[in-house]
């Protein structure tokens, strides 16, 4: 009986073998020899069984999709060609992560042959472009007309290929480009906090997506919070196309939300859904963070992008502005803040304010203190429990490496700030430097952008034409609103909420500070 068991043995191991050298599974190649275990490929192989379900699930905006066949030896030379290409843009460690999705198909391998067989495939390697989303379902053939998906034809080398993607985007990106650092790596480089004009469109893009997944706009209360943000992203947004795409949502407001019961479904070509609004346009990349990215996945992004994004906004505004602004501010982390501690903290070290503000400065040094006072009681917590970033840990801003002369004296416990000095500070870095053009690497902050981020809204887009019937009550109980407000009030005087009493008491500045936080916190999630 023995002997039969080691028969049987061997039977099953020698079929268990075979599996592994099958086509479709090749695994056991790649432990033979620690050089080939080590290598790891960024490009992500695609098959009969996924093909659909990766393109369809990209967050990126382009594809690069390669057809190949192992026991092709040109192939195996193009590898790390590809896979040099690739790094930037695949993996955890990419440097432009959320791009462009680069993927490869083995048509050597049977399960792969009709799939092949769609794209017309007649040598290898063969290479595609097109958005991910256009691969699913989809096919090529050399006399297709109007067809979105498009054969690369520069492609021999690295350089060739990325070459041939920077033309298709618009781009610069380099082989030889390093993952962006952050402030913290080279805390005494200004320059910097220009890549954080990508995080905070990317921030503005998923607050919004918080909002549509939770449908968080449910009553007139945060219908009213939400287009008070709304104003003040179309007037002081450092990205035009969030002004844009806030400006759009804004005028279209009462009809996807008629008394402040919002529309969520989204249906082709509709528009009466908020789901089919883009707050920044559909341009911006997702998983895109740069200055904001942390040393682990679960840290910075969006909370940073987050709080740079309001930082922004306090530096923009006028004078007549800032109690707007603090309102404005306040409300919209109360109602669409999804993390309850963060957003009660928030809450109530807005409730603590008891004076309306009356200089932009104000709102601006007041936004610094309290970032101040919750990176305090973020780093106890998470210095005591061990889930910080390690690389970026919780720190008082500005550092003397950035601002000496922000600092009066300091000590271990304490420090006395000048003040001034702090907001010179934070209207040059988060106003000034933020929109600043950015060579490195070759990336670059448009001219445009520049231009209309300094003109803060100084002429309304034609987009502003549209009557909005929520603008007029907030443009009438602000002061000082600015020439988009003024705008808005001369276009819009018989709109419906023009003499809406509710309206003009809530926004009229004397009672701002009370109007807005005085409701309980019980009566704040019945009406939400």
């Known amino acids: 009986m023995s002997l039969i068991h080691l028969f049987l043995l061997l039977g099953l191991l020698s079929l268990e073998a075979a599996a592994s050298f099958s086509p479709g599974s090749r695994s056991i190649l790649r432990d033979i020899g620690s050089n080939v275990a080590d290598q790891k490929d960024n490009a992500i192989e695609l098959n009969a069984t996924n093909f659909d379900s990766v393109f369809q699930d990209s967050p990126a905006k382009y594809a690069v999709l390669e057809f190949f066949a192992h026991w092709c030896p ?11 290409v690739a790094r930037l843009f695949n993996g955890a460690d990419a440097v432009y992560p959320g791009v462009v999705l680069m993927t490869r198909v083995d048509c050597a391998i049977k399960m792969n042959v009709k799939l092949c067989d769609k794209f017309s495939i007649n040598h290898y ?8 989303k256009r691969f699913v379902g989809g096919s090529w053939g050399p006399k297709q007309e109007k067809n979105e998906i498009s054969v690369v034809n520069e492609w021999r080398t690295a350089d060739l290929l990325l070459n041939w993607i920077n033309k298709q985007i618009g781009s610069s990106y380099g082989l030889d480009d390093q993952k962006l650092g952050n402030l913290l790596s080279n805390i005494s480089d200004q320059e910097q906090i220009s890549q954080a004009i990508f995080d905070i469109e990317e921030a503005t893009e998923e607050a919004f997506d918080i909002i549509l997944a939770h449908k968080a706009i449910k009553s007139s209360e945060t219908s009213a919070s939400f287009i008070r943000f709304l104003q003040l992203l179309v007037a002081h947004h450092p990205s ?16 996807i939300c008629p008394s402040g019961e919002c529309s969520y479904d989204q249906e082709s070509g509709a528009k009466d859904s908020l789901r089919n609004f883009h707050i920044c346009g559909k341009d911006v990349p997702r998983g895109y963070y740069r200055f904001c990215r942390g040393s682990k996945n679960e840290t910075r992004g969006f909370s940073c992008g987050l709080w740079v994004l309001m930082h922004s906004l306090s530096v923009r505004i006028e004078d007549g502005e800032s109690q707007f602004a603090f309102t404005a501010i306040c409300d919209f982390i109360n109602n669409f803040f999804m993390c309850d501690d963060c957003r009660r903290h928030f809450h109530d070290m807005c409730l603590s304010v008891k004076t309306p503000f009356k200089k932009a400065r104000d709102i601006a040094l007041w936004l610094w203190s309290t970032h101040n006072k919750v990176n305090e009681r973020l780093k106890k917590d998470e210095d005591s429990l061990g889930t910080g970033d390690p690389k970026f840990p919780k720190m008082i801003w500005p550092p003397k ?24 500070f934070l209207k ?10 950015y060579k490195k690497n070759g990336e670059s902050v448009s001219k445009e952008e520049v231009i209309a981020a300094a003109e803060e809204m100084a002429v309304p887009t034609n987009a502003l034409v549209v009557p909005v019937g929520a603008a007029l009550a907030i443009a009438l109980a602000s002061c000082a609103f600015g020439a988009l407000a003024c705008y808005w009030r001369t276009q819009q005087k018989n709109r419906k909420y023009n003499y809406n009493p509710h309206y003009l008491k809530r926004y009229n500045s004397n009672y701002m500070v009370m109007n807005t936080f005085s409701n309980t916190e019980s009566e704040r999630e019945k009406e939400r």
């Open 125 to 132: 390697p063969m290479l595609f472009w097109a958005p991910p």
């Open 401 to 424: 490496q950035l601002c000496p002369s922000c600092y009066l004296s300091s000590t271990e416990k304490n420090i006395d700030w000048d003040h001034d000095q702090v907001y010179k």
């Open 240 to 255: 035009r196309r969030c002004r844009t795409g806030s400006a759009e949502i804004l005028v279209n407001f009462d009809d």
């Open 428 to 437: 040059k870095y988060y106003g000034q430097k933020l929109v600043s053009v």
């Open 74 to 84: 040109a192939c195996r030379n193009y590898k790390p060609h590809y896979e040099k």
